[in-house]
Nanobody
């Protein structure tokens, strides 16, 4: 069974940086897209960014473009989210996700991690 385990969340001051990791296991992710969503209190879950596992093509939400970077390590089957210039509005639970590209385009990937809290203080 597929498992996605996030780590790296925490508390950081505005302007600071964090790197989230997502260790994936349970199947081959060749042909899959992996990425990140987030959900702030009282808000709906929103797309942050994604990366195709084989080609490494990335997409980002406008709200994080230029500040966040997604990368992957094939050997470790791990996806990373490097977050720089963090703002208080980036505060949310961040979820790792994996799925077929078409499901990611529909914002409905098939697999989810348990989430990790990121809090940015002003």
């Amino acid at each position: 069974q597929v498992q996605l385990v996030e780590s790296g969340g925490g508390l950081v001051q505005a302007g600071g940086s964090l790197r989230l990791s997502c260790a994936a296991s349970g199947r081959s992710f060749s042909g899959y897209t992996m990425g990140w969503f987030r959900q702030a209190p009282g808000k709906e879950r929103e797309f942050v960014g994604s990366i195709s596992w084989v080609l490494g093509t990335t997409y980002y939400a406008d709200s994080v473009k230029g500040r966040f970077t997604i990368s992957r390590d094939h050997a470790k089957t791990t996806v990373y989210l490097q977050m720089n210039s963090l703002k208080p509005e980036d505060t949310a639970v961040y979820y790792c996700a994996a799925g077929l590209g078409i499901d990611f385009q529909a914002r409905r990937p098939g697999y989810w991690g348990q989430g990790t809290q990121v809090t940015v203080s002003s």
